[in-house]
């Protein structure tokens, strides 16, 4: 398993899809896999079953999910189950899919998520949680793990550039960033790579790394 990990528009997706593209053609069987916590399967089931803001418009949606932030029980319930999914998610289907012989091209990994958490739960401390430090202990461990790094206004500009609807605000953006510099500092990741020079350049580091 290869991880690709970085802020939005580092370009993790288009360098998985040229090492996936070149994988291929060495017969090389490989899967791209997006995994987030929060937006595993299972809780994505559970969101559709018990969401409430079916046909509503997008300032109700916004209003509802204001009203969700502040019921700290539900939030946690949310947190918890996302985990306990995460522990299904990457410690027993990642298994299954790599006993079937096919590399695994991991577009975000569990400190993309940790991030992700960090953010959306700033009141809870669950990476002391009994589920969490159980996940840490049993998910599938990567072979390489990348980071790719991008100045924030790169990432706005190519934001803009692609016309995302789910754009994130500056203010935002740079908080994750500063993250992400924190778990380098951390060790989080074995490769860091530059990622705002040409693609192609880009391309032959990662191949550079993973040993292709």
Request: proline share 2%.
């Amino acid at each position: 398993m290869i991880t690709f990990s970085g802020i939005d528009c580092a370009g993790k997706s288009t360098q998985l899809e040229l090492i996936k593209q070149y994988l291929d053609s060495k017969g090389i069987k490989s899967r791209v896999i997006w995994s987030r916590g929060g937006y595993t399967s299972l809780v994505e089931g559970i969101k559709k079953i018990v969401r409430k803001d079916k046909g509503y418009t997008e300032e109700q949606k916004d209003e509802f999910r204001r009203e969700l932030s502040q019921d700290l029980i539900k939030m946690k319930l949310l947190l918890w189950v996302s985990i306990l999914d995460l522990i299904r998610y990457y410690g027993i289907v990642f298994r299954l899919i790599e006993g079937s012989g096919t590399l695994i091209l991991c577009d975000r990994y569990i400190w993309d998520t940790y991030i992700d958490f960090k953010i959306k739960y700033p009141q809870f401390e669950f990476e002391n949680w009994f589920c969490w430090k159980l996940m840490m202990k049993i998910i599938k461990k990567p072979e390489c793990s990348i980071i790719f790094t991008i100045p924030i206004e790169v990432s706005m500009q190519r934001s803009i550039e692609k016309n995302d609807p789910h754009s994130e605000p500056f203010d935002l953006r740079l908080k994750r960033l500063k993250m992400y510099e924190e778990e380098i500092e951390n060790g989080r990741w074995e490769q860091e790579v530059d990622a705002q020079t040409q693609i192609e350049a880009v391309t032959l580091k990662v191949k550079e790394i993973i040993g292709l």
